[in-house]
């Protein structure tokens, strides 16, 4: 049973601006760490971003100054906004939750950078 869900992947030039959205049900979301990795081809997972059930917000350096992570608490969506997208951030980004000593993770959702 899927409970994250991921959309907004795609095709975008490189320069461009991409929207990642996770949804998820409540007993995830609520005052738990929220995440983004991403896993390009032939590589480990890695992570882009993070954000605490407070609010605060951490990155990778490779997207620090080019992406924010946000949370909704009333639509139990975490956000991950993307610029200056290079074709390195190409690949398939996914959603984590941590609640306690569980994790999970969604489907995850391809983004492809190329002209």
């Known amino acids: 049973q899927v409970q994250l869900v991921e959309s907004g992947g795609g095709l975008v030039r490189p320069g461009g601006s991409l929207r990642l959205s996770c949804a998820t049900t409540?007993?995830?979301?609520?005052?738990?760490?929220m995440g983004w990795y991403r896993q390009a081809p032939g590589k480990q997972r890695e992570l882009v971003a993070q954000i605490t059930g407070g609010g605060r917000a951490s990155y990778a350096d490779s997207m620090a100054g080019r992406s924010t992570i946000s949370r909704d608490n009333a639509k139990n969506t975490v956000y991950l906004e993307m610029n200056s997208l290079k074709p390195e951030d190409t690949g398939v980004y996914y959603c984590?939750?941590?609640?306690?000593?569980?994790?999970?993770w969604g489907q995850g959702t391809q983004v492809t950078i190329s002209s």
């Open positions: 409540r007993s995830i979301f609520s005052n738990n760490i």
């Open positions: 984590r939750a941590v609640v306690g000593l569980a994790i999970y």
